[in-house]
């Protein structure tokens, strides 16, 4: 992600930012992809803190125009849980229209997001037809480190549940396309296989042995659409924490000169191999002060392969290149 220019003094902007360091109201225009300091705002500015731009007074912005189903308000802590989570669709969007998806220009379907808070009854992730449906629920710290150790994942926030469920949607979109499918099948296999039986059978015996030689993730190895997923996350993961690390001013080595630009590399070893070697360093970092590693997957020879498919793909982005 990168830092942003203030539009009305000196100093920066992050992205989530709502105003300036003196107080100034300020609005993200996803467009072009920089803040300014006049309003139409979205209309929940003021309910969720969103901080995009809207089209005109009262409406929408971009992203949260894409939810058609806000949480439940008389559920405990919906509406806190509902902005972090739609903070973390902001982000992702943001992260994908680098690559033009879901821009004005992308004349393709949209997602559509379910928001869904939970009662007794846990809300089961997923996508279908083009719907996004996240628990907001999980934006809780509590709630998610605890199915994240249940579950036995390295890994688990709000931005990598979107990242992994709008995979899913833009696999979906690509699988229109024959060229697509029968690369994907090649090398993630036969999506057509039982995708329910093959969960239960992940849910009962647990993922192959020697998982890790051929998956990013142990959940990777249930179906090939899980695969896609997974692998479609760790890309967006890799190619953000190449882009922040350099937006940040940080250096390193690994990194080719102070403008390189993650999303506009064209060769996926080379983004990869930068990618990987930042991890490194800050899985160290953050070591230093007992927190666990940013990226703690291994990367094997397969993971590689699977990791270039999806970045050539998605770099091609909705115009279809």
């Known amino acids: 992600m990168r ?44 309910i969720i803190g969103c901080n995009w731009i809207a089209p005109e007074p009262g409406a929408f912005c971009r992203s949260c125009a894409m939810t058609a189903l806000a949480p439940d308000r008389s559920v405990p802590n919906a509406i806190p849980n509902w902005a972090i989570t739609e903070a973390a669709k902001r982000w992702v969007l943001d992260n994908l229209g680098r690559w033009s998806w879901f821009r004005p220009e992308d004349r393709g379907t949209r997602p559509v ?61 690509l699988s229109l396309r024959a060229d697509f499918l029968d690369a994907f099948r090649a090398l993630f296999g036969d999506e057509r296989a039982d995708y329910s039986a093959a969960l239960q ?20 190895s249930s179906h090939p659409h899980e695969d896609w997923a997974e692998t479609s996350a760790n890309l967006l993961h890799l190619t953000d924490i190449a882009d922040s690390f350099v937006a940040s001013g940080l250096h390193s080595p690994a990194v080719p000169d102070s403008g390189w630009d993650a999303y506009a590399e064209t060769d996926p070893a080379r983004l990869i191999h930068i990618a990987a070697s930042l991890t490194i360093g800050i899985n160290h970092v953050n070591r230093s002060m007992g927190l666990s590693d940013i990226y703690p997957f291994v990367l094997s020879p397969a993971a590689h392969r699977k990791l270039a498919f999806v970045h050539e793909w998605l770099r091609r982005g909705a115009l279809g290149r």
Not at 9 to 29: H, Q
Not at 146 to 159: F, K, N, S, V
Not at 201 to 213: I, Q, V
């Open 201 to 220: 059978r992940h849910y009962n015996n647990g993922p192959p042995p020697n998982w890790r030689d051929h998956y990013l993730t142990s959940y990777a």
């Open 113 to 173: 997001f379910h928001m869904l808070a939970e009662g007794p009854t846990p809300v089961s992730m997923g996508h279908i037809e083009g719907v996004v449906t996240i628990s907001v629920a999980e934006a809780d710290e509590v709630v998610r480190t605890t199915r994240r150790q249940a579950l036995d994942e390295p890994y688990r926030t709000m931005i990598g549940h979107m990242r992994h469920e709008i995979a899913h949607m833009l696999w979906w979109r």
């Open 3 to 46: 830092v942003f220019s203030n539009p009305v003094g000196s100093g920066t902007l992050w992205f989530d930012n709502l105003i300036t360091a003196d107080g100034t109201p300020v609005g993200y225009d996803p467009q072009a992809r920089s803040f300014i300091a006049s309003p139409p705002y979205c209309a929940n500015r003021e």
